[in-house]
């Protein structure tokens, strides 16, 4: 990559190299060559996890583990990471084979492959930030990029089903599905049950007086369970 491309790329995350080489393999996805961002990557996932954690620890310093589990997975979701990509622009300078990266679906979501490069490519980035310039440098890039985020953690909890999807997702497993698997009651107070099933856990089943009031119930009992509040 041209020197002149490489100092926009810095300009736009906010640190300057003392070993560009580290950059340029931060960028570097797995088709284009090796070394690649992969190593980096995973450094970078455990960074920004103490970084998160640490904010909200002291944010929150009466909150349960529980809930503070809940507001670091929706920090450092799949879409969380990609959505700081997007605003940084980062598509434009990832070395690959021909691939576009800031390609999107009709809706405007980003597509399924590139939403993961994105988020890969800025855990790379803390991770080379991390061995270049040590943690301080990484946590005012997150604080710099998640700020707004950041913030809007003080808002009040998401519902049940937006919270499973976020915790799931940044524990690396498939979006849940929710399942009618039945119906009960007279037509005028019907009561229905529904399963919530993520591939490779087991499903959780609640009722309630709608569909969505079921789901909602099934999605609050799965993410208790998965966050160690049940034992059922």
Known sequence: MADAQLDKLQALIGYSFKDGGLLERAITHASASSPNYERLEFL???????IIANDIFQRF??????MLARRLSALVCRPMLASVGVEMGLGDFIRTQ???????NPDGSLLSENEKVLSDV??????AIFLDGGL???ATFVKTHWGDRLNKINRPAQDPKTALQEFLQADGHPVPDYVLVGQSGPDH??????????????PATASGTSKRAAE???AKKMLDILQGKSKK
């Open 44 to 50: 970078g996932d455990r960074v920004l996890g103490l």
């Open 61 to 66: 310093p009466n909150e349960k583990e529980g």
């Open 98 to 104: 021909e691939h576009d990266f800031t390609q999107s």
């Open 122 to 127: 800025i855990e790379a980035l803390l991770g």
């Open 136 to 138: 301080a440098s990484c």
């Open 189 to 202: 107070a019907p009561l229905f049950e529904i399963a919530v099933q993520v591939e490779g856990l087991p």
């Open 216 to 218: 909602k119930a099934a």
